[in-house]
C-alpha cells in the first residue's frame, strides 16, 4: 500500500522467518534501492540462510530453460540513504 506501507514494512520480519532462502537481482541498478537494502537486511536477521543470496546473472531471461544462479555475498549499505521512488516511504525505512 504505497499511502501506509507501514503494516506491509511491519509485516517483512514475518514473511522472510518462514522463506528458505532468498534470491535477488543484485547488480549497479538495484543495490542502490532502499527497499531492496531492507529486504536484504530483514533476510540476514530473520532467516537461517538470511546471510547467503542467490544472484540472479544480469540479462537472464526465463526461456524455460535451467539457468544458473550462483550464491553470493553481497554488502549492504544503510537503507535510509537507499534511493526511493516514493518519498514518503523514507520515514517508515528509517
Not at 538495484?30 to 546471510?51: H, I, N, P
Amino acid at each position: 500500500d504505497q499511502d501506509n506501507p507501514g503494516p506491509d514494512m511491519a509485516a517483512l520480519p514475518a514473511y522472510a522467518a518462514v522463506c528458505a532462502g532468498i534470491m535477488a537481482s543484485w547488480n549497479d541498478e538495484y543495490k542502490d534501492r532502499a527497499w531492496c537494502q531492507v529486504e536484504l537486511l530483514v533476510a540476514y536477521s530473520f532467516m537461517t540462510t538470511g546471510d547467503k543470496v542467490w544472484d540472479v546473472p544480469i540479462g537472464f531471461v526465463d526461456d524455460g530453460r535451467t539457468t544458473k544462479v550462483v550464491e553470493d555475498w553481497v554488502v549492504v549499505m544503510d537503507p535510509s540513504e537507499g534511493k526511493l521512488t516514493n518519498s514518503g516511504d523514507r520515514g517508515v525505512i528509517e
